[in-house]
């Protein structure tokens, strides 16, 4: 079976070897640069494995593995211009390097790039992959707009956040791994079984990450611990705490959301503290276990070869324990 | 033959019962918005007249031609943000409407909805559909970027100037006639005769959108006449009358570009006087007919129905002598 490393290498080949044009300069630069900024490329590895899973070529799936990459990164820099997010992976971002209409425009042509790389599959399969990819991009689209809706609600509930992240970030897994089953020639019904093991695992992996911003090891987690509580961030962990401190608790929460120029170390410790209190890293990983056995009981029920499933199955595991 | 109107009515009447999404509100209001604002639907009208022209039903190239319809309109919606343009057809932007964020990822929804109407074509021409318009969303990108760079050079070349209208406005023309033919059952040899045709009627009506913009009656040009004059916009005219200015011509053209705040009733006088001398507008004339002749010799070319042909040619003409 093939690793892990040696998708990533091989999508990573892909992407430096894709042929974007050289002028206008100031619309491809821009794709090249964010897509030289690296990242782990799991959503592409995903939808390798899943055309793999059911024997299918990895390398008939290749382009519309790194279609699906060309259009993660295409959402991150528009995120990017809407979040006024300065830096990506340490870098500047598109539209603080370039300007704001660059970053628009050449985000705009690496969506049509996303198509012209997706539709290289085989005539038969067209139309359905194209549908998963259509709905997918959609829903990637609602998510996003949940999202900064979110960020202006003055509270919100544990099943509107789980909602947003599937949609923001989950669907994309789950429609690229459908589409890589369609390439794997897999049934259609398997196809949604492989999706209903993205997405959940999505929703897993979202999760982890709120729970890593509070208690990853700062050696190792790569942002500042503790940046969502400072930035009051509506994540699994504070929208449960708000719904479930009372007393005391609840007043000391309400008192470092609101505090203005808080001193930075003791807001991080004592939200923490009521978080520890109020047991919300453990409700977040009985979250994060429901949505990993659904994804394994679907993957459980997809007719497959067992050595293969196995190395999905691990994989999985592997994105649920990272520290960073 | 269904007229042009009918057909315009028609394209509203399925713009109007398109089922746009009501949730995220953010997200799908402004579409529902901007698609509202009205416009010709030149583009779409032409897809159905292309479509017609080799006897296809008109029915079964709507939802493309409506798709193309949102397609400019979300390049609308983007240039509008790039440009920090306050108004579209008299009306708030919808930038302006409601903010940069909401319009940047309106339009990225309204990409994709084009995507999944572009799709609703038989599966035996969805590739070959579905490659032209990516060419053409690509070509309509570049010209944006190509506009953009425009306005920041001291000189540009009439070349220069020719290809970068043939992007931002011809191409797409001239692909949503070829994308028309390909639904009405049309040859590959008469589909790319179409999209000459739509591709140089695209050049030369943006041709006369500049001489409009001088020399246009005030009373139905509907914008204020001599705008391009006063902000200097880098128009066929213009760019001529700099490569052919001579002495005083020349000295006094350089003027009026640099003045600051010059009288505006001046200015446009006095630089519509140089236009003059010069013999601008007949060279733009020349040159409109030029497409002109190259779209109807293309036209000519294609074996089709002989009154169907005259409606096409009627309605070429129709756009040339237009006065808004």
Redesign the interface.
């Known amino acids: 079976m093939i690793s892990v490393i040696e998708l990533q290498n091989l999508i990573n080949r892909a992407i430096a070897e894709k042929g974007i044009p050289e002028t ?1 300069k ?2 491809y630069e821009p794709i090249r640069y964010i897509l030289s900024l690296g990242g782990k490329r799991l959503r592409p590895v995903l939808t390798l494995m899943a055309c793999d899973l059911f024997n299918g070529s990895i390398l008939k799936a290749l382009n519309s593995a790194v279609g699906l990459e060309v259009f993660h990164n295409f959402t991150l820099m ?1 995120d990017d ?2 979040d006024k997010a300065p830096l990506r992976r340490g870098k500047p971002t598109v539209h603080t390097k370039w300007n ?3 970053a ?2 050449s ?3 690496m ?3 996303a ?2 790389l997706m ?1 290289e599959v085989d ?1 038969n399969i ?2 359905q992959v ?2 998963v990819f ?1 709905q997918t ?2 829903g990637v ?2 998510g ?3 999202d ?2 979110f960020e202006q609600m003055d509270s919100a509930t544990v099943a509107e956040y789980l909602e947003m992240i599937r949609l923001k970030t989950a669907v994309l897994v789950g429609g690229g791994m459908k589409i890589g089953a369609l390439i794997g020639g897999a049934e259609e019904k398997y196809a949604n079984l492989l999706y209903q093991f993205g997405e959940n695992l999505g929703i897993a992996f979202q999760l982890q990450d709120d729970i890593l911003d509070v208690y990853g090891d700062p050696e190792k987690f790569g942002k500042q611990v503790g940046g969502d509580i400072l930035s009051n961030k509506k994540t699994f962990l504070l929208i449960n705490a708000l719904e479930l401190a009372q007393g005391i608790d609840k007043e000391e929460l309400v008192y470092w959301i609101n505090a203005e120029n808080p001193e930075t170390e003791a807001k991080i410790k004592e939200v923490t503290a009521i978080y520890n209190r109020l047991g919300i890293r453990q409700l977040a990983e009985t979250e994060i276990n429901r949505h990993a056995e659904i994804a394994l009981r679907s993957l459980e029920e997809i007719t497959a070869n067992e050595d293969k499933k196995q190395g999905l199955r691990s994989f999985a595991e592997e994105l649920l324990i990272r520290e960073n």
Chains 1, 2 share one sequence.
């Open positions: 206008p100031e619309l528009h211009i809407m704001e209409a660059i628009i425009l985000g705009d042509v969506l049509v790039e198509y012209k539709m005539d067209l139309r194209l549908n259509n991009a959609v689209c609602e996003q707009q949940l900064m809706n």
